[in-house]
Structures are given as C-alpha cells and as structure tokens.
C-alpha cells in the first residue's frame, strides 16, 4: 500500500489534534493525503487506495458519496457519540492499521442507493444513498400522501408523517427509529417503512433489492421534502417523483474481525444483559 486518504472535519478540535497527531506514524507506512471534510464535498482519490475516516457515521456517509463512481475500501475511526459503521475505536487505531498495512483484513462490499428526483418529467436532482432515502415533513403540517409503486405496480399510498426506503446498513439508522425491522448488512434488500402511518396496518416491508421503487407526493403541502442520508436534500412539490434502485457501485467497508454486526447491536442496543427484576 503507497498512499491512504485521511479525512475528519478538521474545525473540531478532538478530531484536527487525533488526525494531526497521527500523521507521523502513519507515514511511516504509506503517503498520507489528509482531507477536511468541512472544507471539500467532493474529492478525488488520486491513486490512494483507502480511505481512514474519523469521526462519526455521518462522515463515513460524507465520504463515501464524496468518493462519488471513485469508491476505494473504507474504514472508520469511531469518534461520534452512536456510532454503527465505524470499525475501529481511536485507542485501536495503531494497531489494527498495522494489520491492515500487512494485508491482514477483508473487504466488505453492501448496496447502495441510486435515487433519482423528477418533476414534469425532468430530472432535477440525482444522488447516492448508503443509508437511506425519506420523504418527510421538514416542518409541523398535516399528513402528507405518498404514492409506492414497485416495479410498476400500485403497492400502497400512504397517509403519513413520511416513508423511508433503506438499504440493509441503513436499518440501524432512520429506520430503525421508525420501527423498521434489524437486517444483516450483507443482505441484497431495501426496507420500506412508513414514518406513523395514519393507517396502522400499514406495516414496514422489505423487498427485493433488484427491484424498481417510485414515490409519488400526491401532496401540496410546503415543508415537504427528500433526505438522502440526513445529508443531501430537495424540496418537493406535488406530483414530483422519487425514483429509487440499486446503484451498479458498492460501498467498501473494510472488516478487520474487530467489531462484529451482532457484537455492535449487543453493544449499541444494550442487548443481551439480563433482566433487572430488582429486589423483593
């Protein structure tokens, strides 16, 4: 390995004195090319052939759509306050990147998302989700109408706060707070889940990830609009379209054994400990 991309939002302090500070020990192995992620949404791999991202999950997120068609292995450094997708913790940091320096780890490729925004038939916005993609109020209002179709065929309209269509990596994020089901991140399925949903039975589904979904705002409401991945965000109007598939690129995450999914929801969740029944 010659060179490696190092990226955090350098105007926080804990991160710009983390990334400064390990600068010299990483060039001991390889060239750094040190990126601040305040600054720059887009940038260029230029022949680096990893990515070390610190911080939160929102800056894995950042990163992966600022690496645009360009995707190279990422691994983050835990430095947020939740957390589900960074690899490492900083105190791991020196010693699980020897291992990866050595080739000792695997890369783990997930879906994501290609969404597309229409409106009178013309693509007014186009972007990529590794979490999700959510139709919401962005402000207190009424219900708002939201047309599903699935390969072309009418599945639902919902009266709701919102409908969020997720990729499995994505359950433990917006969906999940939605009542949207846990799916292991290797699985090759969206989640789709209505945000309260005024008719109860209307229940979160998951489908197959090779098919075609399109949300129609049957709405004239202001406030209303599409989030990709609490980042990326276009104001609708009714009768706009959200088209969404499988994007032909994938994420790569790289797995070092260090964490594992069922560890992180054991760890995040609190799972697994034993009831508190207290003391009679």
């Not at 050595?102 to 969404?115: D, E, P």
Request: charged content about 25%; overall charge neutral; glycine content about 10%.
């Amino acid at each position: 390995m010659k060179k490696i991309l190092v990226l955090g939002d350098l105007s926080k302090k804990k991160i710009h004195d983390t990334i400064l500070g390990l600068k010299p020990w990483f060039e001991k192995y390889v060239v750094t090319d040190i990126i601040d992620l305040s600054k720059e949404e887009k940038f260029k791999k230029n022949e680096a052939e990893m990515a070390v991202v610190f911080g939160g999950d929102g800056a894995i997120l950042f990163t992966c759509r600022g690496l645009g068609r360009e995707q190279i292995p990422i691994i983050g450094v835990h430095m947020g306050k939740f957390g589900f997708l960074a690899e490492l913790m900083e105190k791991d940091v020196c010693t699980s990147m020897e291992k990866i320096f050595t080739g000792n780890y695997r890369i783990r490729k997930r879906m994501l998302l290609s969404c597309r925004v229409e409106r009178a038939n013309k693509i007014i916005d186009e972007s990529m989700g590794i979490n999700d993609a959510v139709i919401s109020r962005s402000s207190l209002s009424r219900l708002i109408s939201i047309k599903l179709n699935i390969n072309g065929e009418n599945v639902s309209t919902y009266r709701a706060d919102g409908l969020i269509i997720s990729t499995p990596l994505g359950s433990t994020a917006h969906s999940l707070s939605a009542g949207g089901p846990l799916l292991t991140p290797d699985l090759n399925t969206f989640i789709i889940v209505p945000i309260c949903p005024h008719t109860l039975t209307n229940r979160p589904l998951v489908v197959s990830g090779d098919v075609k979904i399109e949300m129609e705002l049957l709405s004239q409401l202001n406030g209303t609009g599409f989030t990709v991945d609490g980042q990326v965000f276009t104001e609708l109007e009714m009768g706009d379209k959200i088209k969404i598939e499988r994007s032909d690129i994938e994420v790569q995450m790289i797995d070092t054994d260090t964490r594992t999914f069922y560890g992180v929801l054991r760890e995040k969740l609190n799972w697994g400990g034993q009831p508190n029944y207290g003391r009679n």
